[in-house]
């Protein structure tokens, strides 16, 4: 059997037997069914991580080979789950063949640990980052890919010029609204109005990074994030399955609607890239919600 097809056949059963759970906001999580966490993908480190588990009483090499079968598996597992837009995640793209070719040579990537053997089991760690290509390498990362298709980001993008002694770039702030990280983000203002989208964002620092930076934490944010040192920072009012929602005057700020052309694409078709913002370079700070305060005792019933 190939290993394609081992890989394959681990995949559906993990499909059948294992729980997700997105356990924190910019966090995804694969556990199984006794709660043990198979795969984590975390969207401030942009890295996917996963363990793979064998049982002893086999020679090392064998354990090695069987725990990294189980890792890779937990890998594809979660990697197929990751958000692509508001709609789609990896999984649904995935039954395409150059689509399945890219990811297994992804997953083929993975770093592993050190073995470890712990109650009757060796269990081996793989991380892969989600972006970024190796230079003069043949290494292929999952972002990198999904950005060549043309559902996704399209080629024909036109460029809006940056602003001259403006802000360097934007900080969303998202905090409290638990927002899902995605490789094609889109923003949308109050009255349905796409104001932001991935192929705003600038193309190198998205192949290599992603189209949007997320953190946890504003003050970071607003000192060390890739939307430089003059950040403008803007108020998002919500999220939508998936989608980041702002008010109408922060979507005048993101994309003026003065601003959005036509272009002429190849063979003659007209096709018009909504919105065109200046801003390429995009900072999300996302947090959990917070708390509700527990309720109040009720007050004892008045006594006759």
């Known amino acids: 059997m190939s ?3 081992r890989l394959g056949g681990v995949w559906i059963l993990l499909l059948l037997a294992a729980t997700a759970v997105a356990a924190a906001p910019l966090a995804e999580e694969l556990r199984d069914a006794d709660g043990r966490l198979l795969a984590r993908l975390d969207w401030t480190t942009r890295q996917l991580t996963a363990t793979g588990k064998a049982r002893l009483g086999r020679p090392t090499a064998l354990l090695e080979r069987a725990a990294r079968g189980d890792a ?3 890998l594809a597992l979660l990697a197929r789950r990751v958000r692509v837009d508001a709609a789609r995640r990896v999984q649904q793209i995935a039954a395409e063949p150059a689509v399945a070719t890219h990811l297994e040579a992804y997953i083929r990537y993975a770093q592993f640990g050190t073995l470890r053997r712990e109650g009757g089991f060796a269990y081996l760690d793989a991380s892969v980052p989600l972006f970024g290509i190796s230079a003069g390498g043949e290494t292929r990362y999952l972002g990198s890919e999904l950005y060549q298709r ?9 460029a809006a010029p940056p602003l001259a002694d403006g802000p360097t770039g934007v900080v969303l702030d998202a905090r409290e609204l638990a927002a899902d990280g995605s490789l094609a983000p889109v923003v949308r203002d109050t009255t349905g109005r796409v104001v932001w989208h991935v192929e705003c964002a600038d193309r190198e620092l998205a192949i290599a990074a992603g189209a949007v930076q997320y953190l ?5 944010a607003r000192r060390t994030s890739r939307a430089g040192e003059r950040p403008l920072v803007l108020a998002v009012a919500a999220t939508v ?3 980041l929602v702002v008010s109408e005057a922060v979507g005048q700020m993101l994309a003026p609607p003065a601003v959005v052309q036509p272009v002429l694409w190849l063979g003659g078709w007209i096709r018009t890239i909504t919105p ?7 900072c999300c700070v996302s947090t959990a919600p917070r708390p509700a305060p ?11």
């Open 150 to 158: 043309d559902d996704v980001w399209a080629h024909e993008v036109l």
């Open 3 to 5: 290993a394609a097809s």
């Open 276 to 282: 065109v913002s200046p801003f390429r370079r995009i």
């Open 241 to 243: 399955e998936g989608d």
């Open 72 to 74: 890779y598996a937990n």
């Open 294 to 304: 527990p309720a109040k005792p009720a007050a004892p019933a008045p006594t006759a």
């Open 216 to 220: 946890n934490d504003l003050d970071e």
